[in-house]
């Protein structure tokens, strides 16, 4: 990317790939950092679908795990576990959200918010590696620093927490049961799994439920306090469903090309970059009613929306999706309950860490 386009898609990275498909040709988007876009539906239904582009196991879980039965066996797990908690998250909301000041700064005051509902869950609280999963939460672990000291130690405390995890692991071999996501990956990953292997990807979903959720609730506050009527006319559930169309965390999704085709009326040859991007589609007048708009009662209306995937589509599906979305809608509905929230400061620009994240923002909660 020139000079010039980088700090254009820093001021505004939605606005910035709006513009690049304004000036496109066709619906098939050149990217400056390299690789494409497809911008129709049908196109992006294909990429995120078909066969050709999805076999083999997903890039998700970085090769850990040597297969894609595996991995779903293990995203299986961790949703299953978390859906069957629900109770107790809900029942650390009431008391997490009575605790918090009149004023907070978001998105962090979400991300401790969620951590601290969802922490016995994710790893035992008499877990000796316990204090350094709470440490990991703001030290550069869950979200990527952006300056080159912070991402060095986090590093360390990276490497510190697989080290204590991975010894947690071997101490818990021969389990029976789950008592929290650590064992649900050591009961379903393969049984030759190592030790360190199950140590990584506990902190692949430590990290892809945290972040994810803790994103989705931070826009879902955000936008409504912008845009919303008080008290607010609709479900929370609505309200977190519209700002995952709204500012969708993941705004691009990728494949690589396998073989020479043709897509969206364009030839690639084999190992091109092809990227659908969620927030293009779910802004896409051709298929939604009044895209740029927040308004969440357009989930209680027949028509008028298009294609909605701020978890994937296809065989790469979020397998946690449905309960991440209640997670959200849970902390949401536990914030705004007899509560009108403002917020002085914030703006719709997202920045991208990890992900198309807010920006930092003043929550204020009065009676």
Not at 143 to 155: L, S
Not at 176 to 205: K, N
Not at 253 to 282: D, K, M, N, Q
Request: hydrophobic fraction near 45%; glycine fraction near 8%.
């Amino acid at each position: 990317m020139k000079l010039a386009e980088k700090r254009r898609f820093r001021h505004d990275p939605f606005e910035f790939i709006e513009d690049l498909r304004r000036r496109a040709d066709g619906d098939v988007i050149r990217l400056p950092w390299g690789g494409w876009c497809v911008g129709d539906a049908e196109s992006a239904r294909t990429l995120l679908r078909a066969p050709e582009f999805n076999a083999g196991p997903s890039a998700f879980f970085n090769g850990l795990l040597p297969t894609r039965a595996a991995q779903v066996d293990v995203g299986h797990a961790a949703r299953n576990l978390l859906r069957d908690r629900m109770p107790d998250y809900r029942r650390e909301l009431g008391a997490a959200v009575a605790r918090l000041p009149a004023s907070t700064r978001w998105p962090r005051a979400g991300i401790d918010l969620v951590y601290r509902c969802l922490a016995d869950v994710l790893l035992l609280p008499d877990s000796p590696a316990r204090p350094l999963a709470d440490r990991a939460v703001h030290g550069g672990v869950l979200f990527r620093p952006g300056r080159v000291w912070q991402r060095a130690r986090a590093e360390v405390l990276r490497a510190r927490l697989i080290a204590a995890l991975t010894a947690e692991v071997g101490r818990r071999r021969g389990i029976t049961g789950a008592r929290d996501v650590l064992d649900a990956m050591l009961l379903a990953c393969p049984p030759e799994t190592p030790d360190r292997t199950v140590a990584e990807v506990f902190l692949v979903l430590y990290r892809s439920i945290l972040a994810p959720v803790a994103s989705s609730l931070a826009w879902s506050v955000l936008l409504a306090c912008l845009y919303l009527p008080r008290p607010w006319p609709w479900p929370a559930e609505w309200v977190v469903r519209e700002a995952l169309r709204h500012r969708p965390m993941v705004w691009m999704v990728g494949r690589v090309v396998e073989r020479p085709t043709e897509l969206g009326g364009v030839a690639f040859p084999a190992g091109e970059i092809l990227s659908v991007s969620p927030y293009l589609l779910h802004h896409d007048e051709r298929h939604w009613t009044a895209p740029d708009e927040f308004r969440p009662g357009r989930w209680s209306e027949p028509d008028g929306r298009g294609p909605y995937i701020p978890f994937g589509a296809g065989p790469f599906t979020c397998t946690g999706a449905t309960v991440a979305q209640l997670l959200a809608t849970e902390a949401l509905a536990a914030l705004a309950a007899d509560t009108r929230l403002d917020t002085p400061d914030g703006e719709p620009r997202p920045v991208m860490i990890e992900g198309a994240v807010p920006r930092p923002f003043t929550l204020r909660r009065t009676a």
